[in-house]
């Protein structure tokens, strides 16, 4: 059987100013299982070909079986493709949106939803396995939905590497991007899977609450794979929550030096603060670190506190002010539009910002993805404003919800152009980062992120 992996594209993020292309790793190690298993599999990223419907419908037209992964975004492009594919092609989708939503896409045109984990889901579903007994799928019989349990969390060491090499640019060049890529080739990697924090924004359905890490060797092992074969400068660790483990990670870090791998080390994905010590971020500095990001969400504790994420504002502080002290570039990530916030309350997340006055404040508007307890609780007691999933994007600066004591959506749109206006239009601001101006990389770095927030300026519905 010719099987088909799918990226959609996801032009909603180009038409925001954020643009980015990320390699869609979860496609690479489903397409790594399955190769390892004897199976003929591609990957078709129309996202960072920019295939329309039509053109990835007309390139999948031959395939017997078409897996669609679907982020909240995608999901009009997912079923359009559905129903474009040849009636005896076995559709099956997968992905947070799935997950979180796997009867609305079955009765639009997907035969199986894989919810979770799918590397050996789908597998299973190539193997012609009764459909009865595998775990981790929903799916259609006499008009009637039906549910299998769910599929337990793997090993991810047990698994492959991904497979790059079925991507443009075997994934670590152009047309990749993220938002701040500054060494070409680059890639992302993810060393973990799982969060044991319970923040109500997160979908925890797909890796769940538990921490899976990767052991530092098979993380070197990966790294070096990418260094020697690929002559990657930058690796971006994507996990959410790289250094929950500090003994891990201070592991990998020394790994790093003791091998003397030239690269430089990025983690863009919300480190925990309450996990940044002087000795952590010597560590990484040493090992090539040039960047960490930080979720902080809220400058307001009562609001931190209900999401709940479990640190204070003087750990922030801290953290920070370690990072700084490293000659690190740091992100804060904020979010307007919490559930109880108000115009005060989000001033004060804007005033935090600006104390911390970290390298770059990303301000997005908080967005209740299905299979959230966020959505969950949204659906309970207030009101989704749901005009089109595709307008559902934490860029897209639109707040999509109305809940009791919680500003009204007009009020949090302001405040998140507020929040760039004020943060990045002040002449300290500006002054400190052309001083810090090292390579032409952070220039571009730079001029992207000027562009961004222009366009955030003149966000209209």
Known sequence: MKTLLVQPNYNVVRKTGVWMVNPPLGLAYLAAVLRQNNFDVEILDANALNLTIRQTAQKAKDCDVVCVSMMTPAHKFGISLAKELPRNTIKIAGGPHATGNPEELLKEGFDIIVRGEGEYTLLELLQNKDKRRIKGISYKKNNRIIHNQPRPFLDPNTLPLPARDLLPSNGVDLPYLSAATLYRPWSP??????????????????????????????????????????????????????????????????????????????????????????????????????????????????????????????????????????????????????????????????????????????????????????????????????????????????????????????????????????????????????????????????????????????IKE
Request: aromatic fraction near 12%; proline fraction near 3%.
């Open 189 to 458: 990697i993810f060393t973990s899977r799982g969060c044991p924090w319970d923040c109500y924004y997160c979908n925890k359905k797909i890796f769940g609450r538990g921490f899976r890490p990767l052991t530092p060797e098979n993380v070197i092992k990966e790294i070096k794979f990418l260094v020697e074969n690929y002559k990657v400068k930058e690796i971006d660790f994507y996990d959410d929550n790289w250094n929950h483990d500090l003994v891990r990670a201070e592991k990998i870090l020394d790994l790093i030096i003791k091998k003397n791998l030239d690269i430089h080390l990025r983690c863009s994905n919300g480190m925990r603060v309450d996990r940044i010590t002087e000795k952590f971020v010597k560590k990484f500095k040493k090992a090539g670190g040039e960047w960490i990001s930080l979720g902080i969400e809220s400058g307001n504790q009562e609001i931190l506190d209900k999401i709940p994420k479990h640190i204070t504002l003087d750990q922030v502080r801290k953290a920070v002010r370690i990072i700084k002290k490293n000659d690190i570039i740091v992100t804060g990530f904020f979010m307007l539009g919490l559930i109880g916030d108000t115009k005060e309350t989000m001033q004060d997340t804007i005033d935090f910002a600006k104390e911390l006055n970290v390298d770059v404040a990303q301000f997005t508007i908080a967005t209740p993805y299905p299979g959230t307890r966020m959505y969950d609780m949204i659906c309970e007691n207030g009101d989704i404003m749901l005009k089109s999933w595709d307008t559902f994007h934490h860029t897209a600066g639109k707040m999509l919800y109305k809940y009791p004591e919680t500003a009204e959506p007009e009020v949090v749109e302001e405040m998140y152009r507020k929040a760039h206006r004020e943060y990045y239009f002040r002449a300290g601001y500006i002054l400190r980062q052309l001083l810090k101006l090292k390579t032409k990389e952070h220039l571009n770095f730079m001029l992207r992120g000027l562009k961004t927030v222009l366009k955030i300026e003149g």
